[in-house]
């Protein structure tokens, strides 16, 4: 035994301080009393043990104080506030990154979420001239297609999917390392299910919130589907370029057969399409996506789902596309990017694949394709324009023909919908029109001089002034200060409201004088419907595209029925604008759009000859033309009486073949004189004719002997066109 002494050996003696002296206590009578002895000193020998109380086994043992309770209340606090961390962290998250993540939709909508219907459209007598949308297919599942179909899908995107949950995070550790080492991202680790809920729910910008919303959305995927039919939704789903989705439309798409016949190199080819399907499609980057099925074939061996042998095999056997993979829409290109935004409007996001009847004429919609493509190639050059529009509508206000451009592989671009433009002196009629509900009568005469506003010193084409004119004669001969007069005394609010009740909504409440010259930028869609109003005597009609939509198996969702046209514009005055815009056919700026019919119009051509334009109509047909540059670069002068005018006569020959000859039934008498006519009348008539006289003379002794003919035509002289 340690012979040292121990602390805790109640062997030896206790210690014990001394105890105080006792303080003296002054006596009762005064002085101080003796002092007492002092204590008998303890006895020698060893120290006494104080007695030991019995053991008691039913009381339980007094804690010490000073034990390791101070150790468990500081990790009761420690926990509670890690929990209270996490839960603070875990809301920071949550309101900042998670409470916008969409909600799941049931079981049963999942195959059907976000999916735009396919389309099938057909011209208006029924033909099938195109098919539109995402291309579906028939839905699949894992027992439908042959065993390497999905294991293919596996083999490309996640290798493991049967043994993690909805996230990887064996596979995060992964990329993570290999990024790391790489100084770059060369991996990733999403899961199936992630891609899945990412395609189906949510954008593919590059964020953390998207990145932590497409993780719960994955955990809830798995939570109502197995993991089968997580598979199956994502070969339902998955997008393959072509605007092609799901495995079976992919494989109808490409191969022109239904993916229970894919073969293994098929199957492998489609398989690597998912990573980057806009820039794979096999219509783009075949080789590009050969070279990532090999990969899939790869790792489909090294896994043990395929053997060497039919790796071996897949290798030689190269997947042909189908013909018809390769076929694009032709001239049809615009019209059914317009119509295909019109039937999702109609029938909405989640609508079934849909048969849709278009307004559109094939033949119109071919000859103005190759009247407007024929002009641009033969004199574009020489005109210094390089794109042009056509638009027209029948009298009911459907659209017969669209198009958009010269080429529409080239550019899709639709201008005759998407592109504004400044219309010049094509905007003009709807002044005249909104003066002539002021009291202004065509007859009238007006004073074609010099005019200033502020600033502003408006100027006709050529610089020259006629004097006075009648209002119609202004409107034929295209008068700009005349046009800002009228403007004027119409008024700004006037003006606007009559362009918004006539179709055209890009004006402000109160354009300024200068939308007397076409300053404010509209389409030509909207144009040609405004000049519609005059073709219908004061009546608007909305144009439109589709005439029915239908579901593939036959039940009716849309079907346009008789619209009765709004009275916008009285008739007697729609009178009198026909009739003024007739001679402008007739007789003045539009004189190259004559083709035998009776037809009105008007011509314009924007500043510095960015833009020319031909609107007009006949009793049958309201059509527009605008020719310039897309990138507003000005022309070689250019003007709306040039190649606008002659691609509208050829058109409109086209689309009159074989119509009777008929004027427009409705036009009223002119009206009579509201006053007993100015005696100054006369001498104003004489001194016009004796300018137009005088200004004929001198411009045939400027001239030359012949005109020049630069195989477009005679040009008509400067006078006569707009500005």
Known sequence: MDATPHVNDWTLPPYRFDDPPARPTPPAGGGFAPVPPPPPEPPKGPPQRPPEEPFRADLKTPRKKGGWGWVWLTLLVGVILGFLAVGGAGAYVWFKYLKDTPDLPSREALFAVNRAPGVRFEDRSGQVIATRGPRYGQRVTVKTVPGYVPLAFLAAEDKRFYKHGPIDLYGIARAAWVNWRAGRTVQGASTLSQQLAKGLFLTPDRTVERKLQEMLMAWRLEQVLTKDEVLELYLNRVFFGANTYGVDGAAQTYFGKPASRLTLSEAALLASLPKAPSRLALTRDMEGALARSRLVLANMEKEGWITAAEHAAALDDTPKLSPDAVSDEGDYGWVLDYATTEAIRIAGQNAPDLVVRLTIDTRLQKAGADIVRQAIALGGQHAGASQAALLSLSADGAIRAMVGGTDYIASPFNRAVQARRQPGSTFKPFVYAAALEKGVLPSD???????????????????????????????????????????????????????????????????????????????????????????????????????????????????????????????????????????????????????????????????????????????????????????????????????????????????????????????????????????????????????????????????????????????????????
Do not use: C
């Open 445 to 723: 005469i007006r004073v074609d001089g010099p005019v200033q506003f502020g600033d502003w010193k408006p100027e006709n084409y050529g610089g020259d002034y006629r004097g006075p004119m009648t209002v119609e004669q202004a409107l034929v001969n295209s008068t700009n200060t005349i046009a800002v007069k009228l403007a004027q005394e119409a008024g700004g609010a006037q003006v606007g409201n009559l362009a918004r009740r006539f179709g055209i909504t890009s004006l402000p409440e109160r354009p300024d004088l200068s939308v007397a010259l076409g300053a404010y930028e509209v389409n030509l869609l909207q144009m040609t419907s405004g000049f519609q109003v005059f073709q219908l005597g004061g009546q608007r009609v909305e144009p439109y595209v589709i005439e029915s939509i239908t579901a593939q198996d036959g039940r009716p969702i849309y079907a346009r029925g008789p619209m009765a046209p709004a009275q916008v514009y009285d008739i007697a005055k729609a009178s009198m604008m026909v009739k003024m815009m007739k001679k402008v056919v007739d007789q003045g700026t539009a004189k190259r759009a004559a083709f035998g019919w009776p037809a009105a119009g008007k011509t314009g051509t924007s500043q510095n000859w960015r833009d020319a334009w031909f609107v007009g109509f006949t009793p049958d047909f309201a059509t527009g033309v605008w020719v310039g540059n897309d990138n507003d670069k000005p022309m070689n002068k250019v003007v709306g009486g040039d190649m606008p005018a002659s691609i509208w006569r050829r058109y409109m020959l086209a689309a009159h073949q074989n119509l009777a000859i008929r004027d427009f039934p409705w036009l009223l008498a002119d009206p009579g004189p509201r006053t007993s006519p100015d005696p100054r009348n006369g001498f104003y008539e004489t001194l016009a004719s004796e300018f137009a006289r005088t200004a004929s003379e001198l411009e045939s002794e400027a001239a030359p002997d012949a005109p020049v003919d630069d195989g477009r035509g005679p040009v008509p002289p400067p006078d006569e066109l707009p500005y």
